[in-house]
């Protein structure tokens, strides 16, 4: 078996931390490929080291101070952590190229990407695994767009005689060697990336959590931990707003059919959640997740025989369309069409955008309402159980509730619903507790 591991900031925030990491890569000699993100806090008030690399690369321009102050903070922080693994591995050598590259301004990416690739450097020395500058293998096209078949062909030319890697997460290099980096929290999709290419059998997720949580630890103290979800109940979670694993790290592995395990640090123990493209296994409850979103506003449209009216619901979306907006949900009935849409999006452009849907249908009243909030419940077991819309329908009324909207999917995997904002928490707590504290 051939597992890639990829451990997040918090879990290599401090020495103390990496000990942790490297007590968990050696418990399983199936742990050959690891990848890992830039420190992350060692207490609630802390800087994040990649966040310290932009404050640097900022000061850089003006030189002076701020920017050796900011750069000697950052030395500290690695220097902290090799003397307290006890390495005798410098990074002086790659510090001074660094410096040298900020001051020349050769871009913000490449700043944002050396907390990975100095902390994949000091991983690889603790471990005795080599190093593989991830600009090697991770590659974008001339759009700056991932460019998936050179990665994989890059990855696996280049892995292919080594047993034990470390390669730095959240970035890669175009083809002229420019570093370009994914989005923050990109180590997740490095680490499928890796997984995808080298067809491994499990890609461990390793977090400050014990997986994947039925729905947000804000709202609800301990909610409980889903031991197994799949692909597309993760998609709809993620989408509304859920965030343990960066959305786009799901698409690599799924293609590959590469399940995907999220373990805590902290608890090594712990099973964590099992990801994967479909299962057998039952749900420990109806449901399987819920999160959601505020700040929406809804367009309710009414035109008399409008079903009837072939390209009514294209030209309303096209007018969106032109003015860049994006929509969320559109439930419709047979003389009417809502559309869901980002509120902060929407309100520079409201007045374009009702102006454009009377030129385009003509409808018979149309109406805007603001401040509303999305919650997905999400679930297989929904398919095999009856009256999951109805149970949901009486905690809400039970919590004095008012439903704005409910949209359900054929697939019987989700049901969407509108809320205003102010009941958002509200809802969340009715909906867990008669899925999961009560399972009324």
Partial sequence: MRKVVKFGGSSLASAEQFRKVGDIIRADESRRYVVPSAPGKRFSADTKVTDLLYQCYQAAEKGGAEFNAVLSEIKSRYQEIIDGLELSISLEEDFSIIEENFKKQIGEEYAASRGEFLNGKVMADYLGFEFVDAARIIRFDGE??????????????????????????????????????????????????????????????????????????????????????????????????????????????????????????????????????????KPAYTITGIAGKKGFCSLFIEKSLMNSEIGFGRKVLQVLEEQGISFEHVPSGIDTMTVFIHQDEFAEKEQQVIAGIHRMVNPDYMELESDLALIAVVGRGMRSNRGTAARIFAALAHANINVKMIDQGSSELNVIIGVKNEDFEGAVKAIYDIFVTTQL
Wanted: glycine share 8%.
């Fill in 144 to 281: 700056g767009q991932f460019d998936a078949e050179m990665t994989n062909r890059l990855t696996r030319e280049c892995l292919k005689n080594m047993e034990y890697v470390v390669v730095p997460g959240f970035y890669g290099a175009m083809e002229d060697g420019t570093v370009k980096t994914f989005s923050r929290g990109g180590s997740d999709i490095t680490g499928s990336i890796v997984s995808g290419a080298l067809d491994v059998d499990l890609y461990e997720n390793w977090t400050d959590v014990s997986g994947f949580l039925v729905t947000d630890p804000r709202i609800i103290k301990e909610p409980k931990v889903i031991d197994t979800i799949t692909y597309r109940e993760l998609r709809e979670l993620s989408y509304m707003g859920a965030t343990v694993l960066h959305e786009e790290a799901i698409f690599p592995v799924r293609k590959a059919g590469i399940p995907i395990n999220i373990r805590n640090t902290n608890a090594p123990d712990d099973a964590g959640t099992m990801i994967v493209e479909d299962t057998c296994k």
